[in-house]
């Protein structure tokens, strides 16, 4: 099963165009568990999430064929991206196994750093990403897939048992058709909602460049009906290069890992072979890139505005006139396998698109550089996510819930992370079940959240190692251990396939931690099993076999070699050994303060708790933050 994903053949896009502009037509039925609006990551995530919890689930999308698509960045991972990317695979979401299929550049980055803070990397193709995500949601059972635009939610009174004001009950289209009801709607809007494009002094309405803001009615229902704080956020996209244009030799080669990756723990190899990858070059902007961004600062009317932008994926301007003498990175990526345009990551600009010629011309590799199509900036509504509590659900509103950018996040991965969350306990309400949690002491899926719903966003949230406080034992490489069971057992979200799967990982590595805790050797003993180990002679204590690997220079190959009757069966799983071998002690030290968290997370707090009058010493500012964000749980 490691390998079937990578071999089989996916059904041509003519297909599911074909099928899902016949259910646009002849709607088999006009009541659904799960409406999910939006067909990005978020979006594909959340449908695909509820449908495999059990819902009968419908997702609308505005263009039918740009569903899965990537809008800015070719890439996926990263660090703490790439944690996040190997959650949802384990989660049995669908972005990880999507990018094993169409990545052409394979890297782990931070490899000088410890493995807990490796981020798992890929640079994809376009077209394949976008198809194999297509073909997963034609192939989902109980997956309806719409091409339409949303008008209105449909809202009325709450159910009086549960908490909140209001009760969604389904959407109404643009095209005046018929409701469409729904115990659940998840809204996974990305940048579309009331949503602005600009270049230089240019301004029209759009989600993306080619592609119309959601309805009005969305908005206005979200603001008056519903009541929501609404904020203003913007991000950008750099120009595409034509490759041609582009002297490659004056820029830096930075070949991929010679061994690919794979982001699924159910894959053991990626569909692009070691030799086929493509290979990235690094550039630098130059001084004349400084000049024409501030010779060209009265043309650009973004730049001068005050809605706040992603502040670790800035604008090239943001970045002059923040630091101004400085080199600035510019990657140039490939777009494809046969794509014939490069991605200048680090080169987001809203100029003129005769000025953002000018600039790109400035640096040397690019001196004669063609644009194919302009950079620009979006500009667009969220919803203030400390109005949603953990289960992404909008608390004054049953059934309603929020994922991706109009929670205030910024890239593919921490929407695919929200998405799949979402139309977990979208899929959990419409079947009665009660919602799902994660902690952030679990996964950083749980820390994304919790930031999210606990502390709200002044700019676009972004995910890093350091927001998780225990990111030694939230590592990518055992996130299956971490989630696939919990998935299986109590979220009901992960095939039985997967889970068989993880239970036997998890079992083999038992076996194998046993097998190393059980050889008991002096440390002369040791040194004479293994001699190229160095090996303090004061230690007069036995060692285990557990407490040898965690040398440097002791890798289970080794030992396996040294004690091959007990510890060859386990090779497979040698680097997660040596993995778990060296943090081991540390994840013991953090055990008590992690059961402390968890102990407060299961204190939950009424939603209808009055902050004011209650007897205990808080300060009036404090009672006034717990009566806005009204946490869940202590």
Request: overall charge positive; proline content about 7%.
């Amino acid at each position: 099963c490691a390998s079937h994903m990578l071999t089989k053949k996916l059904p041509p896009l003519q297909s599911f165009l074909v099928l899902v502009s016949r259910r646009a037509s002849h709607l088999a039925r006009q009541q659904y568990d799960v409406i999910v609006v939006g067909g990005g990551h978020a979006g594909t995530e959340a449908a695909a999430a509820a449908a495999r919890v059990g819902a009968e689930t419908l997702l609308v999308s505005q263009k039918i064929h740009t569903i899965g698509a990537l809008s800015c960045n070719p890439s996926l991972g990263g660090v703490g991206k790439g944690q996040l990317v190997r959650e949802v695979d384990a989660l049995d979401g669908l972005c990880g196994r999507a990018g094993d299929w169409a990545g052409i550049h394979f890297s782990i980055l931070n490899r000088r750093k410890g493995p807990a803070v490796w981020g798992p990397r890929a640079q994809l193709d376009r077209q394949r990403y976008r198809k194999f995500i297509q073909s997963e949601l034609l192939s989902t059972p109980r997956l309806t897939v719409l091409e339409g635009s949303v008008e209105e939610l449909l809202v009325t009174e709450p159910n009086p048992e549960e908490p909140g004001h209001h009760r969604v009950t389904g959407i109404r289209l643009a095209n005046g058709s018929r409701p469409i009801s729904a115990s659940s709607v998840v809204l996974t809007t990305g940048t579309f909602l009331s949503g602005s494009l600009f270049m230089g002094q240019t301004t029209s309405p759009g989600g993306r460049i080619g592609d119309a803001p959601s309805c009005a009615g969305l908005s206005h229902t979200l603001r008056e009906r519903l009541g929501l704080r609404i904020g203003r956020l913007r991000t950008g996209t750099p120009p595409r290069i034509v490759r041609d244009s582009v002297d490659l030799s004056l820029a830096d080669l930075h070949p991929p890992d010679s061994h690919p990756t794979p982001f699924s723990f159910l894959n053991t190899h990626t569909r692009c072979k070691p030799e086929e990858q493509l290979p990235c070059y690094l550039t630098y902007t130059t001084p004349g890139v400084e000049r024409v961004v501030r010779e060209s600062l009265h043309l650009n009317c973004h730049i001068q505005q005050d809605t706040k932008g992603p502040r670790y994926c800035p604008s090239i301007e943001s970045r002059v006139l923040r630091f101004p003498g400085r080199k600035h990175q510019v990657w140039l990526e490939p777009e494809g396998v046969t794509s014939d345009l490069l991605y200048p990551q680090g080169l987001s600009m809203t100029m003129p698109p005769d000025t953002q010629l000018r600039l790109i011309r400035e640096i040397p590799a690019m001196h004669r550089a063609e644009i194919h199509t302009p950079g620009y900036g979006v500009q667009y509504d969220f919803v203030c996510p400390t109005q949603l509590s953990p289960a992404l659900q909008v608390k004054s509103t049953q059934g309603l819930f929020l994922a991706g950018q109009i929670n205030g996040t910024t890239g593919y991965e921490e929407a695919a992370a929200q998405g799949l969350w979402a139309g977990v306990n979208a899929a959990r309400w419409a079947l009665c079940m009660p919602v799902a949690a994660l902690s952030r002491t679990e996964s950083y899926i749980g820390v994304l959240i919790d930031d999210l719903v606990s502390r709200g966003v002044t700019e676009p949230y972004r995910m890093f190692t350091s927001r998780a406080e225990f990111r030694t034992s939230l590592r990518p490489d055992n996130a299956d251990l971490r989630l696939t069971l919990k998935g299986f057992e109590e979220v009901k979200c992960v095939s039985s396939l997967r889970y068989q799967e993880a239970v036997r990982v998890r079992d083999s590595l038992q076996e194998a931690l046993a097998a190393l805790r059980s050889l008991h050797l002096s440390s002369l003993n040791w040194r004479l099993k293994l001699p190229d180990m160095r090996m303090s002679e004061a230690k007069s204590t036995l060692l285990t076999g557990m407490h040898v690997l965690q040398y440097n220079d002791v890798s289970f190959e080794m030992l396996a070699s040294a004690f091959p009757e007990c510890l060859s069966p386990y090779m497979e799983f040698s680097q997660r050994l040596k993995i778990e071998a060296v943090y081991r002690p540390h994840c013991d030290l953090q055990k008590k303060e992690i059961e402390r968290i968890q102990k407060e997370e299961s204190l939950s707090l009424p939603q209808d708790i009055d902050y004011f009058s209650l007897p205990v010493s808080l300060s009036q500012e404090v009672r006034e933050i717990l009566d806005r964000v009204r946490p869940s749980t202590v």
